[in-house]
């Protein structure tokens, strides 16, 4: 069914009310456990490559075998660039075939972040290129959960910078972070559904490692439509390899693949699931 941009999936979530999940890929064990979750399930996808990977999976190495990933898949898949921080970065990924990207200026303050992120649609939209930005910021877990009070996006400036920007979906900090999370989350649905009435954008869920079910599906009640996970996916297939190296004296480098696969596999599975996109493709 190949590859796609973000559009479509998002309106057609949208439309029927479940959310696609974005899986961070960082070498072809996670990129074929993902798409095997996707067609065993019959989801559509979004496979994504952030920029802080890629002094371990270099993006001119990765984006050929994403986008024949994509092409060969029999559901729709989005080759997105995650967390694209410079002009260069999200040019470089553009050109080389990446079908949506997201560019991340939530460090500057408002104006900067408009201005930058206007550029970015500019150049996206002249490639048929699908942009995400940020808004309010989505910091690390390991710092726990204190100060994510200041960094929540705020509604009013929403308003403004989707108005002005034109993107095509927004990234909001709601009380999410990256990583694995030292205490429970507390998610501010609350600000969620303000934003998701004052702003007609499908909205971005970052940081989805960790989050409950249950709160899984009221973000997607209030307005989530794209959910990231990615440290979910490497803990489980840690996990798996650890299990089988500490069993075997001698173990088998392909077996080691096998193991990586299969941790993505099941915990992509499962986050489909809970996000009610099986079937849907
Ligand atoms: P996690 O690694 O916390 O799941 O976050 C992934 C993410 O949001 C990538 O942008």
Sequence with gaps: MSLTTLKPLLDDARKRGYAVGAFNVVNLETIRGVIKAA???????ILQLAEVHLPYAPLEYMAPIMIEAAHMADVPVAVHFDHGTSFESISCAIKNGFSSIMFDGASYPLEDN???????VKLGHSFGVTVEAELGQVGGAEDGNKSVDHHLTDVAEAITFTNSTLVDAL?????N??????????LRFDRLKALKESTEIPLVLHGGS??????FRTCI??????????TALQLSSSEKIKTYCDANSRPAYFSIMDFAIEGTYETVKEHMQIFMSDGKA
């Design 171 to 175: 990234a909001v900090s709601i009380g």
């Design 39 to 45: 067609e065993t399930l019959s989801s559509p996808v």
């Design 210 to 215: 960790g989050i409950s079910p249950m709160d």
């Design 114 to 120: 408009i201005r930058l992120t206007k550029e970015i």
């Design 177 to 186: 972070l990256h990583g694995q999370y030292i205490e429970e989350p507390t």
């Design 221 to 230: 009640k209030n307005g989530i439509g794209k959910i990231n996970v990615g």
